[in-house]
């Protein structure tokens, strides 16, 4: 595919340090160097993925803004991507511009939620994104520069910088990056983009606005109703009614689970029941910002339904750690969105 020439702006630098300074002058990066984004290096990009430098990925309505393949391609090389990754990354943008999203909110909010983005599907393994040891750690490329991608567009292309539009009263360093794949070989369930009705041998790539994960720890029983009420209190911290909460189960905890059968439902359904308490109990933990209802014994759960339980498979082998992520918004404010990636070959 003939890619058409670039339109952006163009410098000149005597070297490459020139340009990284350049480019920490003028607000282009997330407080670290970046990689210049040479011409040669963004049609490399953009070749990857068959996209036209013109082709829109993202329109973020509150502030007008229109970020195309090549503003995208630009941020990707800028975070130290490969240009196999670029599908993956223009997938994920365009993921991000979807309304119920709601780019500009999670950007823009005192909450300072990050966006995590899961990989699910053969590309994972091709690319060698992480599922396992430190799964929101450092040492891997694709998760680190995927992830660092997609806040980079954010910061350029959506023009929310910290300290003017991205307000964050604490934030979170997944606001630097946080990019994982699921690991579909541990998991006895379906991988979450077949859940939600991608082809098994389809790529796909979820963005969810993930607030603070809260670890869950739990090593003195492999019944795993004792494992999942362990969860309990870290469900309870983060928030009540919500449309949507990300479970993050490591392969300790799920050997336990799936050696007992229990199914997606299963835990779901156990988690729907016993994160529940009366009115009374919430009072304080400041789940009522307007004030509580009047009757101290009405029930109030974490999540509205069973199904706002989204169950991933991730992390090392060794070690009773599961994490808890809350959305933004309590997942009313934004709901997560997955797209399928489209392998350029």
């Known amino acids: 595919m003939a890619i058409k020439p670039l339109t952006?702006?163009?410098?000149?630098?005597?070297?490459?340090?020139?340009?990284?300074?350049?480019?920490?002058?003028?607000?282009?990066?997330?407080?670290?160097?970046?990689?210049?984004?040479?011409?040669?290096?963004?049609?490399?990009?953009?070749?990857?993925?068959?996209?036209?430098?013109?082709?829109?990925?993202?329109?973020?309505?509150?502030?007008?803004?229109?970020?195309?393949?090549?503003?995208?391609?630009?941020?990707?090389?800028?975070?130290?991507?490969?240009?196999?990754?670029?599908?993956?990354?223009?997938?994920?943008?365009?993921?991000?511009?979807?309304?119920?999203?709601?780019?500009?909110?999670?950007?823009?909010?005192?909450?300072?939620?990050?966006?995590?983005?899961?990989?699910?599907?053969?590309?994972?393994?091709?690319?060698?994104?992480?599922?396992?040891?430190?799964?929101?750690?450092p040492g891997h490329r694709a998760?680190?520069?995927?992830?660092?991608?997609?806040?980079?567009?954010?910061?350029?292309?959506?023009?929310?910088?910290?300290g003017e539009i991205d307000k964050a009263t604490i934030g979170h360093p997944g606001k630097y990056t946080w990019c994982i794949a699921e690991a579909e070989e541990v998991s006895p369930w379906d991988p979450l983009h077949v859940e939600r009705g991608s082809p098994d041998d389809h790529s796909a790539v979820t963005v969810f606005a993930g607030l603070s994960p809260i670890q869950a720890a739990f090593h003195e029983s492999g019944r795993p109703e004792e494992i999942l009420t362990s969860f309990t209190n870290a469900l309870f911290a983060s928030g009540q009614e919500q449309e949507e909460v990300v479970i993050v189960i490591c392969p300790e905890h799920m050997g336990y689970i799936r050696s007992s059968g229990w199914s997606k439902d299963d835990v779901r359904s156990f988690l729907f029941e016993s994160t529940q308490r009366k009115v009374a109990d919430w009072t304080g933990s400041g789940a009522f910002p307007g004030g509580p209802p009047q009757d101290p014994d009405v029930l109030y759960r974490v999540a509205k339904r069973p199904e706002s339980f989204t169950l991933l498979v991730g992390g090392g082998a060794a070690g009773a750690f599961s994490s808890i992520i809350p959305l933004w918004g309590g997942g009313a404010g934004s709901r997560s969105v997955t797209k399928d990636i489209s392998v350029h070959r």
Do not use: Q
């Not at 943008?93 to 909450?111: C, D, K």
């Not at 954010?154 to 910290?162: A, F, L, Y």
């Open 143 to 162: 998760n680190a520069t995927i992830g660092r991608a997609l806040r980079l567009v954010i910061i350029n292309g959506s023009g929310s910088v910290s």
């Open 8 to 137: 952006s702006d163009r410098f000149d630098f005597d070297d490459a340090t020139d340009a990284i300074e350049f480019y920490f002058k003028k607000g282009w990066t997330d407080g670290l160097p970046v990689v210049p984004p040479t011409p040669g290096k963004v049609a490399g990009f953009l070749n990857a993925a068959g996209r036209s430098p013109s082709e829109i990925l993202c329109t973020e309505p509150t502030k007008g803004r229109v970020i195309t393949a090549e503003k995208v391609a630009i941020n990707a090389v800028m975070a130290g991507c490969l240009p196999e990754y670029f599908p993956v990354v223009a997938a994920a943008v365009e993921a991000m511009s979807e309304p119920e999203f709601n780019l500009h909110g999670i950007t823009a909010s005192t909450a300072g939620a990050a966006v995590l983005a899961l990989v699910n599907g053969p590309i994972a393994n091709e690319l060698h994104l992480n599922s396992g040891v430190s799964l929101f750690g």
